[in-house]
């Protein structure tokens, strides 16, 4: 066999070379530590509840007119992994997203009702909470159907200043 000789500290042809150069995620000269705590800062695009009073006090406030996603899942399949581009996608592009969805995960064994009512499957479920009741669901990870819900529910984004 004629096996490829490479010098030490050198990469072969159609391999490394070809990735792209590497820049840092902050200026040069500025610390890391300032974009680490930027992103410390940063709201969490999902929140997790693992008490059942805490995530009935959000979702079931009539005060809270935001629409409440919520993904139940299942402790030993944990939270939808695929949806999560949707709703950053969401986030990014719905005008004043933070102040009209909220969304939520929790486990469907920390609300009684969840646990019994869901029990035969394992596919998430997403309930949509407004105005303090549950208004809609659905079943699996469809993000047509979960936008089209958002969409029928989400309060009108806020005024604007004039």
């Known amino acids: ?23 840092p995620m902050f200026p040069i000269g500025a610390s890391s530590e300032g974009f680490c705590s930027i992103m410390a800062n940063k709201k969490e695009l999902i929140s997790t509840y693992t008490d059942e009073e805490q995530f009935r006090a959000v979702v079931e406030d009539e005060g809270d007119k935001r629409l409440h996603v919520v993904d139940v899942y ?17 986030q990014i592009n719905m005008d004043g997203f933070d102040e009209r969805i909220n969304l939520i995960q929790i486990d469907r064994q ?53």
């Open 1 to 23: 066999h004629d096996y490829p000789v490479h010098l030490k500290g050198t990469a072969p042809v159609g391999h490394a070379a070809n990735l792209p150069t590497l820049r």
């Open 110 to 162: 920390t609300v009684g009702e969840y646990a019994e009512k869901f029990s035969s499957t394992s596919s998430p479920r997403f309930l949509f909470y407004k105005d303090g009741s549950l208004v809609a669901e659905v079943e699996g990870c469809n993000a047509p159907k979960i936008l089209g819900a958002v969409e029928d529910y989400a309060p009108p984004p806020p005024a604007a200043d004039d």
């Open 74 to 90: 299942t402790t030993w399949c944990g939270p939808c992994q695929q949806i999560v581009p949707t709703f950053k996608n969401l």
